[in-house]
């Protein structure tokens, strides 16, 4: 983990936190897969009760940020993504750690994800302990127009 890594947790409709999110949303997703939120989206889903954004800060930098959301109690991770320039040092790691502390700390029973299949991103929720409890076949459709399969996970908390 890089020394001086802050996590900083959002909820409500912060529109600070919300473009310093957008930031690192532009930069991280690749556009082959159209797997990034929009603006509105991501304000759309912060406006609802039991949702947080995460920033992973470095000084005023930010590197990083997670989206969750919690009804009663389940959560759903919707988004993780780090800067492309600070992969591989453990930033994806705290973020998704912190998220999980958080969803414990609230009392919430279990964590829900969906990924696309050929994403490296299945090794870090593995590692993390999550279950692949489900596999949806040919669900996302990437702009090159392949077909690829969504994989669910789920982690008891
Ligand atoms: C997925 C993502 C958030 C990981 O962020 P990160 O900061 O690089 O993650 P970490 O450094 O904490 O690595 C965590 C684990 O992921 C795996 N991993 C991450 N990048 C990897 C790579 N390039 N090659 C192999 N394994 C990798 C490793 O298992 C690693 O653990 P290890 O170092 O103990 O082996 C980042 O790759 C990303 O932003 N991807 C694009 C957005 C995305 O697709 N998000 C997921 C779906 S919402």
Not at 127 to 142: A, C, K, Q, S
Request: overall charge neutral.
């Amino acid at each position: 983990m890089i020394h001086g890594l802050v996590l900083e947790r959002h909820e409500q409709s912060d529109r600070k936190a919300q473009a310093a999110a957008m930031s690192v949303m532009d930069k991280a997703f690749d556009p082959a897969f159209g797997e990034a939120w929009n603006l509105s989206q991501l304000a759309g889903m912060m406006a609802m009760h039991g949702s947080w954004l995460t920033l992973a800060k470095l000084d005023a930098a930010v590197l990083g940020f997670a989206l969750v959301r919690s009804i009663f109690d389940e959560s759903e991770l919707l988004l993780l993504a780090v800067d492309p320039g600070w992969r591989g040092r453990g930033i994806g790691s705290a973020l998704l750690n912190d998220c999980i502390a958080l969803a414990r700390t609230r009392g919430i029973a279990m964590m829900h994800l969906e990924v696309r299949a050929d994403n490296i991103a299945t090794k870090l929720y593995k590692n993390t302990g999550f279950l692949h409890v489900n596999t949806r076949p040919d669900y996302y459709r990437g702009n090159d127009g392949k077909l690829r399969d969504a994989l669910s996970y789920r982690l008891d908390l």
